[in-house]
Every structure is written in C-alpha cells, then in structure tokens.
C-alpha cells in the first residue's frame, strides 16, 4: 500500500455565482494524519472535499499533492479516492466484483484483481461475504466493502463524505474505531467530512473547524476544545460558557465551573444567578444556571460534587471559576 501523502491548499476558493462557498482558504494536513473537516451544514467542508478529489473545480487557488499540483487533474489521476456517504455499490455486482471494479476500469486481469479484493475484503473483515449482492449486507457491512473499493486504488488519500452518518449510534461508534484502526495500519492521510464534534474528536488528529466558507481554526482536538480561537468555536465545539469580563470575552469549560451559595472569596471569578433546571446525565449533573447580568451558563457537576451542594430549581448560586481558567476569545 501507497504511503500517505501531505496536501496543502494555498488560497482554494470556490465560487459558485455570487456564492462564496469556499473563501480562499489556506491549509497545511501533515501526511498520514486523519484529518476531519468539521462545521455547521452548509459552511463548505464538502466542496472542500470535492475539489481536493476533482469532482469540482477549483474557482482559484492551488491544491498541492505531495510533491505534485493536482489542481487541474481528473480525480483518477490525483493519488486520492473518495467514499461516499451512500455507499454507492453496484447492485448487480458482488461483492468481490465491486471491490475490484476500479481495477477492472484500468485494464486488470480477473485473477490479478480478485486476489487483491481478497486481500481488501481481508483487511475490513468482509472475507466471508465476497459472493453476496450489495442489497444482501447490512449498513455497516455494506459500508466495509465501499471502504475495500475505495482503497483498491492504493491512494495516498482517503476523503470520506459523512462516511458514519447512515449507521445507528451504535454502530456508528465501533465503525469510527475501525476507520481510525485502518488509517493507522494503512499510514495514508484520510480527510472525513463530518458535522459531528464528537465524531472529529475521537478520530482527528487535526480538526479543521469551518464557518462560511473560512477556516475558524484548525488544530488537534485538544487545542480545539481547550483554546477556541472564537466565539464561534467555543459554541460549536460545546462545552463550554462563554462570559464577559469588562467588555471582554472568555471561555470556561462548564465542567471546570463550580457552584456554591455563599459569597466567593475575591480572588475566583463568579457569577451570580438562578437555578432554573437540573438534569442529571449519568456521570454528571448539568445544571442550568439564569445568570443576575443576563447571561445563562451550564455547569457540569460531577455526581459527588453535587451530593455535597444542596441544590434545587429556584436556589440562588454563584458560578465560580479559577481565573486563569478562562481562555480569552479572539
Ligand atoms: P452540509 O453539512 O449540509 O453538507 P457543507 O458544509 O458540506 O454542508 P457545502 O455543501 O460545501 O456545505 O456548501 C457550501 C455552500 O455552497 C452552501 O451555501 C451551498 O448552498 C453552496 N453550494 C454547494 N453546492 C452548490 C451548487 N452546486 N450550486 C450552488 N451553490 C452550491
């Protein structure tokens, strides 16, 4: 198998009339990274992802390929190959048939081809299935084998649109575990589109958090959650409470927020308001607070933690945060 390659995308802009669906964006996905493009619907992480693979046209801009400018090449030419959110296998086509159809199109023996479609059916653990129909397989089973066709090609990248958005939450996770088992094994750079934040935190090594048309911030999930660079990030990725210090804004992890009743010591910031809901989610207590000044914040308190509060709806708290907790906004 191919090794990964890195890909930069210097000012890529598309256009598509007067909208500006992709703004000149600017960015660098190291190789053999799992990258995933993230953001409300309609902020362009799929026309990203359709240029990178050639199935649109760039409007401006350049993408770079390893050592190559794919910008204007045809999608078979560039190294990547991409999976669709709709699988989109051949009905009539077995299993083994559609694994190796990228194959057949290139002129490949039947013998050359069935055996490496062995080998990629091996690989997502669909060896058992090669003479089954599509319309034979379950989702998540149906979804390995347009994983095997998709890496047949050998490319040096993998783009997913969506790739886990038809499962059922169940499986959804144990087939997220599995792309990022493959992409490690494989070592080449996937870029999944995703409108998930828990979904681009448990896989990505770097999360590229978009907002119309523009890169909001990009970084590993941790610097994402832990620094959000804007307003926007801080409510997108969730989390956390977004308040105002003399006309500034800052970002505090609602799980590293206290409450207590009685006055705060001078030195931790606070916030005084009304309980207005109490919801218990298991490991923690999401507490809903109406803050005096407006605001309404959401504290997580651990169970223990609330077991030592006495709280109810109607109790009159101040939230309470270490200062150097609070992460300035840009
Ligand atoms: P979603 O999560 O809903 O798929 P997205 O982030 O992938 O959203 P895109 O599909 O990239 O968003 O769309 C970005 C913008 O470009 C949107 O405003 C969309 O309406 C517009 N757009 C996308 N494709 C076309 C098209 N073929 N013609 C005109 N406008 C388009």
Redesign the pocket.
Known sequence: MAAGSPIELVALT?R??T?L??DAIDLKIAAGSYCC?L????????????MIAGHEAASQGDILLGASNVTDLPPASRGTAMMFQSYALFPHLTVLDNVGFALKMRGVDKAERDAKARELLGLVDMANYVDRLPGQLSGGQQQRVALARALITEPQVLLLD?PLSALDPFLRIRMRAELKRLQRELGITFIH?T?GQDEAMALADMIVL?HD?KISQAGTPREVFNKPANEFVAKFIGGHNIVDRAGKKFAVRSDLMNLQTKKPAAKTDAILGTISEIEYQGTAFHITLAGKTGEDLIIQLAENKFDTTPLKVGTEVYAIWEPSLAHALG
Do not use: I
């Open positions: 598309k598509y009339g909208t669906a992709v493009l953001g409300p619907s309609g902020c362009g992480k799929t026309t990203t992802l359709r969506e589109v409108h978009m048309g």
